[in-house]
């Protein structure tokens, strides 16, 4: 039990470690109070997309595969978008309020969209561990997921609502907010190796 325990967080801290500087963002933002994204909408969003792309891996992990893994980056157009948008609103010279606007569609789906954009090479990591362990190491694995994922918010959380932290975002978060999120979009879009899947059907 405690190996599997064991095995179980490092798997979920090795695949979502670059979730917190996402998660870091969005809290960021959310404390600023000027956009119509929520804490809640956050933590809610982060486990509607974990959710999921573990049950996406378990039917995997059962022989049903819903897409095909050449296309799962696809997802990443999607904060790719948000990152766009938010960065023509900063060149545009947009006052604060209108630049933070960008975010608006980043409500509860918008943030399971990205936690499974984000996520999606994650399945391919998921689906062969599911697929050799037992029931009941699967079922401990997943509670030791849902278990991390609030500690990963909770941290998250704690920078992004630091006071200095806060500060320092106020000076630049106009355009570290499309940064993130256009630099997110374009990494699953290579990683996966969808780009270069694209590529090869031209």
Not at 108 to 133: E, M, S
Request: charged share 15%; hydrophobic share 55%.
């Amino acid at each position: 039990m405690l190996s599997t325990i064991a095995a179980a967080a490092g798997l979920f801290v090795a695949t979502n470690i670059d979730d917190i500087v996402v998660l870091t963002v969005l809290f960021a933002v959310a404390a600023r109070g000027t956009s119509r994204l929520r804490g809640w909408q956050i933590v809610a969003g982060q486990y509607l997309g974990l959710i999921t792309l573990i049950a996406v891996s378990f039917l995997a992990a059962l022989g049903l595969t819903i897409v095909p893994d050449e296309w799962v980056g696809l997802l990443g157009l999607i904060p790719l978008a948000i990152g766009v948008l938010a960065l023509v609103r900063t060149l545009r010279g947009k006052d604060d309020d209108e630049a933070e606007s960008a975010l608006k569609a980043v409500g509860l789906l918008g943030v399971a969209g990205i936690t499974i954009a984000n996520g999606g090479d994650n399945i391919a990591i998921y689906t062969p561990v599911f697929r050799t362990i037992s029931t009941t190491d699967t079922l401990v694995t997943i509670t030791v997921f849902l278990v991390l994922l609030a500690l990963w918010c909770l941290l998250a959380r704690a920078i992004g609502t630091n006071e200095k932290v806060t500060e320092a975002l106020e000076k630049v978060e106009h355009w570290l907010v499309p940064v993130v999120f256009i630099g997110l979009g374009i990494f699953i879009l290579i990683e996966s190796g969808t780009l270069a899947h694209i590529a090869s059907l031209t």
